[in-house]
């Protein structure tokens, strides 16, 4: 069965740091999304992605955050100088059609900021 | 506004018992409503969604949800509880004219004792 995969599944950074977290979507999704949730917290919406623009952003996803699809199979999330309170599990979703759909979660990349 | 509340952050139930997992939204449209599962060091994976089609819906692993418009509801349930239920459920509401954006409960940890 198809699924999103994400790498590394763990990554650590020094403060300042720039990292990108890679997703690999299920092969015929069209719509790209990320997630976080910080250690004891809620699953926040960051940012919804399709037709290589952003459709949509949260007020978390500020200019220190991009998304980009290089190619046809991968979907990064930059961030450019992170902060101690990035610090979180970072999920990749996917699917196909968009609003109410079924999104297809990735198992997850922890990024620790020290 | 959308949103989820999960009225236990925390279930305990013996092996063979009925579970319970209480979710609350509110929406402004008719909602597309969703149960995801994380087990520890996994990602989220969906158990059931609700798309205005039948009230009472079935997903995997025995799990079934009933949406309830009148009480806004839509109570996880499930006959008889197995220990490999042990994890965090998630209540999520998708916003249909925001992207795709999930909206997210802030989940209840079900424990399962032998």
């Known amino acids: 069965e198809p699924e999103v995969t994400q790498t590394p599944s763990h990554q650590v950074t020094q403060m300042g740091q720039e990292v990108i977290l890679r997703c690999v979507p299920i092969s015929n999704h069209l719509y790209f999304y990320w997630y976080r949730q910080i250690l004891g917290q809620k699953v926040e919406f960051l940012v919804s992605f399709y037709n290589n623009e952003i459709s949509e952003k949260s007020e978390i996803f500020d200019d220190q955050f991009s998304v980009e699809r290089p190619d046809g199979s991968n979907f990064t999330l930059k961030i450019r100088s992170t902060k101690l309170e990035d610090s979180a599990m970072y999920f990749c979703?996917?699917?196909?059609?968009?609003?109410?759909?079924?999104?297809?979660f990735g198992p997850g990349t922890r990024l620790t900021v020290l | 506004a959308q949103s989820v509340t999960q009225l236990d952050s925390h279930v305990s139930v013996s092996e063979g018992t009925p579970v319970l997992l209480r979710c609350n939204y509110s929406s402004s449209y008719s909602p597309s409503l969703f149960w995801y599962v994380q087990h520890p060091n996994k990602g989220l994976q969906l158990l059931l969604k609700y798309t205005s089609a039948a009230t009472l819906v079935k997903g995997i692993n025995g799990f079934e949800a009933e949406f309830k418009k009148s009480e806004t509801s839509f109570h996880l349930t499930k006959p008889s509880a197995h220990m490999s239920d042990a994890a965090e459920y998630f209540c999520?509401?998708?916003?249909?004219?925001?992207?795709?954006?999930?909206?997210f409960g802030q989940g209840t940890e079900l424990s399962v004792k032998p």
């Open positions: 979703a996917s699917n196909t059609r968009g609003s109410t759909d079924t999104q297809y």
């Open positions: 999520v509401v998708s916003l249909y004219n925001q992207g795709g954006k999930l909206i």
